[in-house]
């Protein structure tokens, strides 16, 4: 008998049976207005390679991008312009990534310390705010981290739009052009895809500097990740 109604109710369409399970509500990133002090250098650099450590040559870096407070981007094959504008404005120093990055090669060639640029408080690195105002669950691989992280995402999930792509591959302009050119090291310093790519970069990097919420721990970690 029980056999027999056990049968029965398996065979017995559920009213839970259609329902899906409920997805979880992505929140929208919490935004503000940050306003920059006069005098604020937004930047980018292009280089050779991707590792700045083992970089032995100041032709490691191939072009310089920035732009001072809402000016134009400039863009330079020689540093020494960017340079100057860094040292004799007083206002931020936004880029993404420009810890682990871009401060080590302006510092190994060009001897702008990094540790004196973040004890002024000058150092917005967008990568590390975007990883404070929005952590990783714990336990998250390294590299999805970095994925997570990229100026592509992160660009993409406060501003709508990333890094710049390749219009008709949808790949990255600097993957294409390195492609192209047989490497990055190997890509004309002139060329108007490798030019707007990191004028982009730098468009990107400012107004993520714009909406990405700052507070005092942000500014302490800074001075910690400048060590």
Known sequence: VWSEINKQQKNKPSAWTNLEAPKPKV???VKVDNEFPPGTISFDLETGGDDPLKANDPSFLRLSGWGIDQGP???????LGFIEDLLNHHGWVIGHNILNFDCIIIEKFCQVSILS??????????????????????RTDEGLIEKMYSLENVGTKYLGEGKMVDVVTGKSVLKELAKEFGGYDKIPQDNERYVAYCQRDVEATRDLARVLPINDYAIREHKINAV
């Open 27 to 29: 929140q929208a990133p």
């Open 117 to 138: 640029l973040a004890e002024k408080d000058r150092l917005r690195d967008t990568k590390l705010l975007a990883f404070l105002a929005d952590p990783p669950p714990s």
């Open 73 to 79: 981007i400039m863009c330079s094959s020689m540093p």
